[in-house]
């Protein structure tokens, strides 16, 4: 059983010519509703790949919760445990794109912001059950603590995406059994600038350093950077058509997540996490990009 704590959004996709300057209105080309959220998407992976996933986390009591909650319900996830903030709007994002693939963000952290360490406190046995938790930093930082704080006590796996990296990121947070940054975040967190496979090597022995006892780096096309005890190597991504790669990061942590829970093999886990990538990336959208087991499955052997 895995258990994701995280943010539950809605993206508002406008595709525009242009974006609009300050003071003029311009016409959107098209808009959609995409229901997102790192911590959401990365329990549809886990869900889409065949593990018994529950979400924990906050919507608000707008039009968009039920549809929230309605997709990640769709895809197979156990939403009793995801709370509702009265008064408040669920989290969102306002994306803007223009005709060269560049894109503009606001974000509106909404209920996600209001998921409290003391939330987690209530929910323990539903944390304490599972067989690994997987966190994202898209809801307060004290809340991911407290949750890895229960899930540690309780000796339960823990794996941490951190994204976004923000400013102030507690030390004790890098203290997890798996973190997997992708080469940006990883950058952000350990100051080395990733272009190679030593570097790569580098960032992760100083995640390590820091307490984290296993480091995955994800490189995009190139696939995953390795690290623990036995040292580093390159797990190499599967070729693909790649048309979307959003969410290509979460569907990796997911499925990740779920081999690793069930086969305890962290190379063939994160090979599993390449190809469920892969798969993300080669399909328009989100939740619905993300790939089922036999379709991972499928890639792994071809
Ligand atoms: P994020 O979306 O968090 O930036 P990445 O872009 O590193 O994460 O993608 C996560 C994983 O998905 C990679 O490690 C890789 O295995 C797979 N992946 C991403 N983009 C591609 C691609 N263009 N071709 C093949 N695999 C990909």
């Known amino acids: 059983k895995i258990v994701v704590a995280g943010s539950i959004n809605m993206d508002l996709v406008l595709r525009c010519t242009q974006f609009p300057k300050p003071g003029t209105t311009i016409v959107a080309q098209s808009y959609n509703e995409i229901s997102g959220g790192k911590g959401a998407n990365q329990a549809v992976s886990a869900a889409k790949v065949g593990a018994q996933v ?27 445990h995801v709370l509702t903030t009265p008064n408040c709007e669920s989290g969102l994002a306002l994306i803007m794109l223009d005709q060269t693939g560049q894109n503009s963000i606001v974000f509106v952290e909404g209920a996600n912001g209001r998921f ?10 539903v ?35 951190p994204a976004p990296v923000p400013d102030d990121l507690p030390s004790a947070l890098l203290q997890v059994d798996l973190i997997c940054p992708n080469e940006y975040e990883a950058e952000q967190l350990t100051g080395i600038a990733i272009d190679s496979p030593e570097q790569a090597l580098a960032a992760a022995q100083s995640l390590h350093s820091k307490g984290a006892r296993h480091v995955v780096i994800t490189l995009g096309g190139l696939g995953s950077f390795l690290f623990d005890e036995s ?8 070729s693909t058509n790649v048309v979307d790669t959003t969410a290509a990061g979460d569907a990796f942590a997911g499925a990740l997540a779920v081999h690793w829970a069930q086969h305890g093999n962290l190379d063939d886990a994160v090979r599993f996490g390449n190809a469920a ?3 993300a990336a080669s399909r328009m959208g989100a939740q619905p990009s993300m790939g089922t087991r036999s379709e991972i499955e499928r890639l792994w052997e071809s």
């Open 231 to 238: 040292g580093g190597r390159m797990i190499p991504a599967f």
């Open 277 to 279: 990538g892969a798969i």
């Open 116 to 125: 409290t360490p003391e939330d987690a406190r209530q929910l323990r046995n």
């Open 54 to 80: 529950s979400m924990l986390g906050r919507v608000g009591d707008d039009a968009f919760a039920d549809r929230l909650t309605g997709s990640l319900k769709e895809h197979g996830v156990d939403c009793s």
């Open 127 to 161: 944390i304490e059950s599972s067989d690994v938790v997987l966190l994202q930093l898209e809801i307060p930082l004290e809340t991911v603590q407290e949750v890895v704080q229960i899930a540690k006590a309780a000796n339960v796996r823990v794996i941490l995406d």
